[in-house]
């Protein structure tokens, strides 16, 4: 399958892009390169590979968990907006029947 001048054209007009003759006969032999390799990788023998989504194997990494003090909670609260009874007071963030009444 090739991509003609025209497609680019037509898809850089979808696009509301502006872009040369130049840059279309650029933009077109670069498009058909991508299209002839992909083609070359779809002539491949893959039937013994199974499939994947990741090319390296996934490893989650955990540290350990440990115990350490915390902040004391003046601190924590010295520079919110808004606090009451040692918590962040918040707007609302859903409405209820009450409140749009």
Do not use: W
Request: with cysteine; net charge negative.
């Amino acid at each position: 399958m090739k991509i003609t001048v025209e497609e680019v054209a037509h898809v850089a007009q979808l696009a509301r892009l502006e872009i040369t003759e130049e840059e279309m006969r650029l933009y077109t032999d670069q498009l058909n390169a991508i299209l002839e390799y992909a083609a070359r990788l779809d002539s491949l023998d893959t039937s013994g590979i199974q499939p994947t989504a990741h090319v390296l194997p996934l490893k989650n990494v955990f540290r350990e968990d440990i115990k350490k003090t915390c902040l004391p909670l003046d601190e924590v609260l010295a520079n919110a907006p808004r606090a009451e009874g040692g918590m962040f007071r918040v707007p609302p963030v859903l409405e209820t029947e009450e409140a749009s009444q």
